[in-house]
């Protein structure tokens, strides 16, 4: 069986646009997440609206750059939110 080659000879791959990216908003930074449809396995509240975000509903998952007084991980501190109400906040 012939060896794979190096995974450092070959090419890099594109990053997908699931990866967290920072954002600026007036209350700070944030890290954002896009969560596509088929990956939406659950049911959740969004913070902006308070509607629900029904299984199966692309949306946003934000958390805060850097943890709050309390908290161990900021990413404890997730929360999901419609994209439309994400883009509103300022």
Do not use: F
Request: glycine letters at 4%.
């Amino acid at each position: 069986m012939p060896r794979r080659p190096s995974k450092h000879l070959r090419p890099a791959r594109p990053l997908s646009s699931s990866h967290a990216s920072a954002v600026d908003k007036a209350d700070g930074r944030w890290m954002t997440q896009t969560m596509p449809a088929q990956a939406a396995l659950k049911d959740y509240r969004c913070p902006g609206c308070e509607h629900l975000i029904a299984q199966g509903t692309p949306h946003v998952v934000v958390w805060p750059n850097v943890a709050p007084l309390g908290s161990a991980r900021a990413v404890d501190e997730r929360r999901h939110w419609h994209t439309s109400c994400w883009n509103r906040r300022r």
